[in-house]
């Protein structure tokens, strides 16, 4: 078969199931694509291609015996995936993409690694992405840039840059990432694919290397919304190592999402989100949404919802305070370098998360922020009182050129002000593709209440039975 690579995540697993390819020429295959074009991209802090290839005639031998029962036991089996450098990974380097991590070998393995493991996905590596997750450009890693494949003078986005340049580039099936306000979305929106960001504590943080622990959701990213929901009822579920994680029953998210029926449904188009400086070409494409499901059977609610600016003063302080928490266990005695190699972007964040959480400081800037976050929380269940989804722009842009996070010290909230109301409030939400602007994509999110995850994905599915936006490729070169 020629370029195994570009399938689909569904697509692939037929494929494997019919003996028409096996999981070894599937992982060749994007080596070889990552070995093309590597050098321009730079999506990876680690490769693992002696273990992957193994790992694959495993696969190939486990299909041979259960024929297509395999897949009953290991739904992802001989699959090859790409893993932020932000999951713990049992013998295999995870850095963040700080230098202060180098070497680190961890001894154990992430909840969500794990099960991708135990279903049989083949990691082939681990993704570049902004150090600890600190940016939306993936400019702040210690290693690389990473470039955006549809015009390597662009940035992809962040933090999970990495992964989706990776699934944008077809060197890879799926992608995970981890989203703590935009960092799945926002680079889905700008390299043209699919980001899912489930709902606050549906997927176990549990070995994920903590940003802001109160919203930091770890998530897929695929070419379609089928790859997503398929992927989330494998890693989604309670953990007993993550308190916060939910004990909701999982879900058949693909069945769900492919039942789902959007005659009557009612979906809120939020003036606020409109009213910010956008593109006009971003705000014509996300019109056309609208116009879409319109001819799909929903009804289009124009709606109020808080003005997405307040969500940045809030996030600001709740990320910086739990990012000064979190990164001070990074001590150099137990794990990790000297704290002198901590990056510029986490020693700004560190010193105001610290700030904000001082003595005479807490109650004016933690405590506050706290309680502004209360009323996002509740003007999202008001909102969902009256519409089952909501529509907006994903990125306010698109994909900008590099050094434009030098213009502004509030870079990263800036370009991801309509994804911090959803992700502080914990709500679930998805990025697709609805168009291109100056051969550069375009994104739309889907919110929804939280534990909605069925019919979210079962949206965003019905918009790409219909639309063919989700099969642009970038022009490799």
Not at 218 to 232: E, R
Not at 310 to 331: F, M, P
Not at 340 to 349: H, I, Q, S
Request: aromatic letters at 10%; proline letters at 5%.
């Amino acid at each position: 078969m020629e370029n195994p690579n570009k399938l689909t995540l569904l697509e692939a697993i037929e494929h494997l199931k019919n003996k028409n390819l096996t999981s070894v020429e599937l992982v060749e295959a994007c080596y070889s694509q990552i070995e093309k074009y590597e050098d321009s991209i730079k999506a990876f802090v680690t490769l693992t291609k002696e273990n992957a290839l193994k790992d694959a005639k495993e696969a190939d031998e486990f299909i041979a015996k259960h024929g297509a029962k395999a897949f009953d036991k290991k739904p992802l089996i001989g699959i090859p995936y790409v893993c932020k450098d932000n999951f713990t990974t049992y013998g295999v380097q995870t850095t963040a993409s700080s230098k202060i991590l180098e070497g680190y070998i961890p001894p154990y393995e992430s909840t969500v690694t794990l099960k991708l493991k135990e279903a049989g996905a083949i990691v082939l590596g681990k993704a570049n992405m902004d150090a600890f997750a600190h940016g939306s450009s993936t400019e702040t890693s210690d290693y690389k840039k990473t470039t955006n494949p549809w015009n390597y003078s662009k940035v992809p986005g962040g933090s999970s840059g990495g992964s989706a340049a990776s699934v944008a580039a077809d060197t890879c099936i799926f992608a995970i990432g981890s989203e703590t306000s935009g960092s799945i979305r926002g680079p889905a929106a700008w390299c043209g694919i699919t980001g899912f960001k489930p709902t606050y504590g549906r997927v176990s943080r549990f070995g994920l290397i903590a940003m802001a622990s109160s919203t930091d959701s770890p998530g897929p990213l695929t070419k379609t919304a089928d790859d997503a929901a398929y992927i989330l009822s494998i890693i989604a579920g309670n953990d007993t190592f993550d308190a916060t994680s939910s004990p909701s029953p999982i879900e058949n998210y693909l069945e769900n999402a492919k039942k789902y029926d959007l005659k009557g449904k009612k979906i809120g188009r939020p003036k606020s989100y409109f009213e910010i400086d956008l593109e006009p070409e971003v705000k014509a494409a996300v019109e056309a949404v609208f116009e879409k499901y319109k001819e799909l059977g929903a009804e289009i609610v124009d709606m109020d919802l808080l003005d997405p600016k307040y969500s940045i003063a809030v996030y600001t302080i709740l990320q910086r305070s739990e990012v000064s928490s979190n990164l001070a266990r990074l001590d150099g005695i137990r794990y990790g370098n000297e704290r002198t190699a901590f990056g510029f972007e986490a020693k700004k964040r560190i010193m105001l998360g610290a700030y904000a959480l001082s003595s005479g400081y807490y109650d004016q800037y933690y405590a506050k922020a706290q309680r502004v976050r209360t009323l996002v929380i509740e003007d999202f269940k008001k909102a969902f009182e009256s519409v089952d989804l909501i529509i907006g722009p994903t990125m306010p842009c698109v994909a900008l050129d590099f050094g434009a996070n030098e213009s502004s010290s509030m870079f990263g909230e800036l370009m991801d002000v309509l994804l911090g109301p959803s992700s502080i409030a914990g709500s679930t939400s998805i990025s697709i593709p609805c168009g291109i602007s100056n051969g550069l994509p375009i994104g739309v999110q889907i919110l929804g209440p939280m534990f909605a995850e069925s019919a979210v994905l079962g949206a965003a599915s019905k918009f790409q039975e219909v639309t063919n936006f989700h099969k642009e490729r970038p022009s490799l070169k």
